[in-house]
C-alpha cells in the first residue's frame, strides 16, 4: 500500500493544494494511504476536517507528513527540509518549473528522489487528463479577464439605458493558446468586442470559431511558424518588427490588453511596448499573464498593478493561485490520473518508466538529474 503525501505550499505565492479530499477519497479507495499536513489546503478552501472525513490522514507538520511517505505530491517545489526528510527514491510529483530552477532540479537530485515535472507531460491523447499546464492555463484565463474587469472603471457588454448608451469595451488577447482561448471566450460572455492575435497559423480558426476577429501578419515565417508539438517557435527579428507595428496600431484603440504570449523554455517574448502602452486611452488596463517569465508587457512589476500615465498594467503572478478551489481540483483530477502510471492496481508503487508518459517528465533518479533537456538547455521540448 502506497503512503502517499501532500504538504502546505511554501513558495511565497502558492495558495493552491496538490490535492484535494475529493481526489484523497478515489485515491484511498484505490487502496492507499494519504497523509496531508495540517493546513495544507486551507488557502483553497479545503479544511482539513473535508480531508479527514474523506479518510486522510492530517500530520502536524510537513516533516511528520513525509516521513515513511513513497509519494509525495506537490504543486511546486518542495523545500530543502522536506526533500531532506524523505526517504531515498520517493516518488516526487509538481510543478518544477525545470527550465529555470536549476537549483531545485539538482536539490530534487541530490536528496535521491525520484521526481517529475508535470510541465513536461507530453501533450499525447492518452496524457490530456494529466495536463496540468492545460487545466491550469484555461482558468488563468478565465481569471485575467475578471481581474482586468475589476479594476476597469466602465462596463464590458454594451447597455442602451435610459440614461444613454454605454459602449462595449474592446479586448485584444496576445496569444491565442490554452489561456488566451480562455479569455476570448471569457470576454465574450462579458459581452466585450473581442481581437486576438498569435503567431502559430492554427489559432486563426480558433479565435474566430470563438467569435473574436484574428489580427496577424500573415506572411511564409507566420504560415510555417508552429512546432510539431504544437507550440510556438520564436519569431525573426524581421517579423517581430512587423507584427509589433500591426499590433502597437490596434492595441492604441483597445481598452483591456490581455497577455498569454509563450515560447517553452525561452523568456516570454516581448510583444508591447512602454510606446504602445502609453498610447492607450487614461483607464484601459493590460492583464500581463507571463510575468512569471519576465513578461509580454515592458513596464509590468511582478505581483502588482504598475500604473502608468493611467493605464494600469496587472502583473499578478500565479494567476491560477487566484481561484485555487478550481485550480487546485483540477491539479488534482491531472495528478491523480498521473498516478495511475505510477501505482499498480492494488495502489503499490511499481511506475514502468519506460512508459512515454513518465519517461518524458521523469527528471531526476538515483542521485541524477536523467531529463535530457536539462542536461542540454537549448533542447526544448
Ligand atoms: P503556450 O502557453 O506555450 O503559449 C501561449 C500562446 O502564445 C501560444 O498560442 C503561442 O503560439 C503564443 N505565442 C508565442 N509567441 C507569440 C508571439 N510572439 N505573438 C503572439 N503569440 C505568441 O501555449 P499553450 O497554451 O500551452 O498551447 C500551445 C498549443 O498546444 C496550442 O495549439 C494548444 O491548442 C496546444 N495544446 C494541445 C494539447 C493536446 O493536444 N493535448 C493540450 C494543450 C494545448
Redesign the pocket.
Known amino acids: 500500500m502506497a503512503v502517499i503525501a501532500v504538504t502546505t505550499e511554501t513558495h511565497p505565492d502558492e495558495t493552491r493544494v496538490a490535492l484535494t479530499p475529493d481526489a484523497a477519497r478515489k485515491l484511498i479507495a484505490a487502496g492507499s494511504r494519504v497523509v496531508v499536513q495540517s493546513g495544507a489546503g486551507d488557502r483553497a478552501s479545503y479544511p482539513d476536517t473535508d480531508f479527514q472525513a474523506a479518510g486522510a490522514e492530517i500530520a502536524p507538520d510537513s516533516a511528520t507528513a513525509v516521513a515513511g511517505a513513497d509519494v509525495l505530491l506537490k504543486v511546486r517545489e518542495p523545500e530543502d527540509a522536506e526533500i531532506a526528510a524523505l526517504k531515498p527514491g520517493t516518488i516526487v510529483i509538481g510543478l518544477f518549473n525545470p527550465y529555470q530552477d536549476e537549483e531545485l532540479v539538482d536539490a530534487l537530485a541530490a536528496g535521491n528522489t525520484t521526481a517529475f515535472a508535470m510541465e513536461f507531460v507530453p501533450?499525447?491523447?492518452r496524457?490530456?487528463v494529466m495536463?496540468v499546464?492545460?487545466s491550469q492555463?484555461n482558468l488563468a484565463g478565465y481569471r485575467a479577464v475578471i481581474e482586468a474587469a475589476g479594476v476597469y472603471s466602465r462596463a464590458f457588454p454594451m447597455m442602451m439605458t435610459a440614461a444613454g448608451t454605454v459602449a462595449a469595451a474592446k479586448v485584444f488577447v496576445?496569444?491565442?493558446?490554452?489561456?488566451?482561448?480562455q479569455a476570448i471566450a471569457t470576454a465574450r460572455r462579458l459581452g466585450a468586442v473581442v481581437t486576438a492575435?498569435?503567431?502559430?497559423p492554427?489559432?486563426k480558426e480558433?479565435v474566430e470559431s470563438l467569435g473574436a476577429k484574428f489580427v496577424?501578419v500573415e506572411d511564409d515565417e507566420f504560415r510555417a511558424?508552429?512546432t510539431a508539438?504544437?507550440?510556438?517557435?520564436?519569431?525573426s527579428p524581421e517579423y517581430?518588427a512587423k507584427?509589433a507595428a500591426l499590433?502597437a496600431d490596434h492595441i492604441r484603440k483597445q481598452d483591456i490588453v490581455i497577455?498569454?504570449?509563450?515560447?517553452?523554455g525561452r523568456p516570454?517574448?516581448k510583444?508591447v511596448s512602454a510606446e504602445a502602452v502609453a498610447s492607450m486611452k487614461p483607464g484601459s488596463v493590460l492583464v500581463d499573464l507571463?510575468v512569471e517569465q519576465g513578461g509580454?508587457v515592458e513596464g509590468v512589476r511582478r505581483g502588482e498593478i504598475a500604473v502608468v500615465g493611467g493605464v494600469k498594467i496587472i502583473g499578478f503572478a500565479n494567476m491560477p493561485g487566484r481561484i485555487a478551489a478550481d485550480s487546485s481540483a483540477l491539479y488534482a483530477r491531472n495528478v491523480s490520473a498521473f498516478l495511475g502510471l505510477i501505482l499498480d492496481k492494488d495502489g503499490a508503487v511499481a511506475p514502468n518508466l519506460d512508459d512515454e508518459i513518465l519517461k518524458a517528465s521523469l527528471i531526476t533518479r538515483a542521485g541524477q538529474v536523467v531529463h535530457p533537456a536539462l542536461a542540454d538547455p537549448s533542447d526544448t521540448v
Open positions: 501533450r499525447i491523447t496524457a490530456q495536463d499546464l492545460s492555463a496576445m496569444g491565442a493558446g490554452v489561456a488566451g482561448l492575435t498569435d503567431v502559430r492554427a489559432a480558433q496577424a511558424a508552429e508539438a504544437g507550440y510556438a517557435k520564436e519569431m517581430r507584427q499590433v497577455t498569454t504570449a509563450l515560447i517553452p516570454a517574448p510583444l507571463a509580454n
